[in-house]
C-alpha cells in the first residue's frame, strides 16, 4: 500500500492502526516527524512507514545512517526545540546502542530543568518469531529503574492507534514498544471508530471480566492470556479476569488493586525473563498494598532467565506456554 | 564509489583481474574453490529456506563474494576474523566447514552455538573465527582486545573486522578503530562498501566519498580494492597484513564491490535503480571475472572449473544433508550455559506454587 492510511473504518491489523494514527498526527501537526535507520524512502523494515515519504517528504521521514545514539540524541534535541519527533529502532534490541541518550540525556533533561522532550521512540519488539537473541527483546525492565521515561505496549488495534497518537502529544518521552508477532496477526483485525481518539498513557484495561482470579500481562501475553481464561473457564469452570496494563511505566495502580481486591488471586504473566523483570515490581505494589486482600500468594510467569534462543524448540520452552499458564491458573485458584 | 546512473556504458573490454600476483597456481585454483563455494553455500542455503527448513534469516554475499574470500586469504592460520553477514566466504577461507554453518541455520543441537544463535553467529577460536553479534560495529572493539591479549602473549596475531559501510557510521566503529589506532593495535578493519545498508545508499550513510578517507583522521594506514577482484584483494590485503604485522599499526581497508541481493530474502529491492542490479552481474561480477582471468593466465581450463563445481556442488548437497539429520535440540537445553553450570545450576523453568 503506497498512499495514505484512509479513515475509511474497516478491520484493520495493528501495524496498519499504528501507520494510521502516526499518518493522523503528522497530518494534524506539522511539528511531528519521523526519524530511524530506512524509514523513509524504504518506509521501515516492517513496512510501517511505507509511503510516507511521499506525502510528507524527506524533511519530515528522515533516513539516518546506523546510527542510533544520533537517533536518539537529534529527537532530544529537536523535541527540546518544540518538535515532536517519532525515532524508530529497526528493532527494538538496538536501544541499547542508544541507551546512554535515552537514560541520561531524554530522561533526566525535564528533572534538570532543562526542557521536556516529547519524543516517542517507537520499534518492533518481543520474541515468539524465532529471531534469536538479538531480534527478539522486550525492553522494559532496562527502563523500569530509569525514572522519566514512559513505557506503553498495545495489545489490541484499537489501542496500538489510540496509544501511538498519545504518546505523540504528550509533553515527555515515551517507549512505544511493539510486539511484532501482533503486527499483522489476523486476530487483531478491528473496525476502528472514524473519529479522532486517543487512548491514555497510565491507563489498565479489563481485556476479560472474572471473579475467581486475576492475570495481570500486557502486549503479546494478553493473548495467551485470554486463551487460558477461556481454557479455565471450559475445563475447570473458573473465572479469569485479564488485566492489560497497556502503560508500563506508569503503572496504573488503581486498576492493579482493584483487581486483587475483586479476585484476590493474581498472577503475573510476561514474555521477559522473570528475574528483575515487570512482574517483581507489580507483586511489590500487591504486597505492600493489598497484601490483606490476597487469598493466595502473587505468582509469576514469565520467561527463564537466559537470553532468547533461536531454536523453535528452545524458545518455546523459554517462554511461558499456553500449558503451563492454564497449570499455573488452576494450582492458583486451588491454593 | 558506486554511482547510481542508470545508463551506466559497459566497460571497454571486459573486466578481468589483475595480472601481477604472488599466488602460486595452486593457491589460485583454491581460491576459485572457495569462491565458488561461497556462492554455491547462499544458493543452498536460500533453496532450504524455500523449502521451509530454515527457520532464520538467510543473507546472501552476492557479486561480493571476492571481498571475503580474498583478504581472508592473505591471513595465517594465528590470526583472528570477526566477519559479518555477507562474509561467509571468509569463514570457509579460515577453515570452517559448511556443515558447521548448515547445523547454525538449521538450528541443530549439535550446532557451535547449541541453536541458540543464528547463522554465523558462533565462535571458533582455534580457527581463529570470533563470532560477530547482531548489533553492528561491535565487534571492531572485541578485535581490540583480541589484540591486546596477542600482544601480552607475544603472539603476533594480525585481527580481521570486517564491517560493512553501513555499519561504519555506528559509534562502535569509531571507538574501537581509534582505539586501535592509539594502541598500534594490528588491527585491519575491511570496510565493505557494496553501497547499500539495507535500503540507504552509500551517500546517505557518509558525506565523505571514500570511506578509505577516514583513515587520515584516525592517523592510521588507509588502503583501497577493487572488491570484486579477488586477486586484487587477497594483494592489497597482504600489504595491509605486512603493515600490520610489521607493528606500525591498523589499518583501514576500504573495498568496493556491489550487493546484488536485497538485505535478506524479503526485500524487493525498489529502491535501486532501474538497471543497477543488472549492470553488476553483467559486467562486474567477481565470479566471471575470475574466471575470465584463469583461463587469460591458463591457471585453469574450463572443463576443470566445471569439474570443481561438480564436486562442490555433491560436497555441499551431502554437507547440507548430514547437518540436517543431525537431530534437534531438546527443548531444556534453553536453560544451559549462561552461566558455567559447575558454578550456578542451568536456570530450568520453575513450577509455580510447588
Ligand atoms: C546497531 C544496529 N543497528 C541496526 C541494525 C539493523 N541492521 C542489520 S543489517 C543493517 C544494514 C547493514 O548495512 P551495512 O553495514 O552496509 O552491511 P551490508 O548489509 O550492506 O553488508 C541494519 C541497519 C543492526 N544490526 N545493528
Known sequence: MSTAPKSETKAVTMVEDIRQGLWEEMTADESVFVIGEDVGTYGGAFKLTEGFIDQFGVERMI???????????????????GMRPVAEFQFFDFVSCGFDMLTNYAAKSRYRG????????????????????????????????????????????????????????DPDPVLF?????????????????????IVEIGKARTAREGKDLSIITFGAMVLNALDAAEELEKSDGLSVEVIDLRSLAPLDKEAILETVKKTNRVMILHEASLTGGIGGELSAIIAEEAFEWLDAPVIRVASINTPVPFAPQMEDYYQPSLGEIIEAGRKLAAY | ???????????????????ETSLTKEQQRELYRYLKMTRMFDEKTVMLKRQAKLTGGVFTSLGQEATAVGTAYALEPRDFIAPLIRDIGACFVKGIEPRTIFLQYLGKGSAPSRATDVQFHFADLENGFVGP??????????MTGVLLASRMKKENRVAVAYIGEGA???????????????QKLPLITVIENNG????????????????????????????????NDVIHCYEVMKEAVAHARGGNGAVLLEVHTYRRKGHAEHDNQAYVPDGEIAWWAEHNDPMTRYEKYLIENKVMSQAEMDETVKDLKTFL????????SQPDPTPESAAYEVFDNSIVPPAFKKEVLS
Not at chain 1, 179 to 185: D, F, G, I, S
Not at chain 2, 133 to 142: N, R, T
Open chain 1, 63 to 81: 533516513d539516518t545512517p546506523i546510527s542510533e545514539a544520533a537517533i536518539v540524541g537529534a529527537a532530544c534535541g529537536a523535541a527540546l526545540m
Open chain 1, 114 to 169: 532543562c526542557g521536556g522532550i516529547p519524543a516517542v521512540f517507537r520499534g518492533p519488539c518481543g520474541g515468539g518469531v524465532r529471531g534469536g537473541p538479538f531480534h527478539s527483546l522486550n525492553a522494559e525492565a532496562f527502563f523500569l529503574n530509569t525514572a522519566g521515561l514512559k513505557m506503553v505496549e498495545p495489545s489490541t488495534a484499537y489501542d496500538a492507534k489510540g496509544l501511538i497518537k498519545a504518546a505523540i502529544r
Open chain 1, 177 to 197: 514498544f511493539e510486539h511484532k508477532k501482533l503486527y499483522r496477526l489476523p486476530r487483531l483485525r478491528e473496525e476502528l471508530p472514524e473519529e479522532d481518539y
Open chain 2, 1 to 19: 564509489m558506486i554511482t547510481n546512473t542508470t545508463a551506466r556504458p559497459a566497460p571497454k573490454k571486459p573486466l578481468s583481474c589483475i595480472n
Open chain 2, 133 to 142: 553479534i547482531s548489533h553492528l560495529g561491535d565487534m571492531i572493539p572485541v
Open chain 2, 168 to 182: 561504519s557510521s555506528t559509534g562502535a566503529f569509531h571507538e574501537g578503530v581509534n582505539f586501535a589506532a592509539v
Open chain 2, 196 to 227: 547499500y545498508a539495507y535500503s540507504t545508499p552509500t551517500r546517505n550513510q557518509a558525506a565523505c566519498s571514500n570511506f578509505v578517507e577516514k583513515a587520515v583522521g584516525y592517523g592510521i594506514k588507509g588502503l583501497t580494492a577493487d572488491g
Open chain 2, 317 to 324: 548437497d551431502a554437507e547440507a544433508d548430514w547437518a540436517e
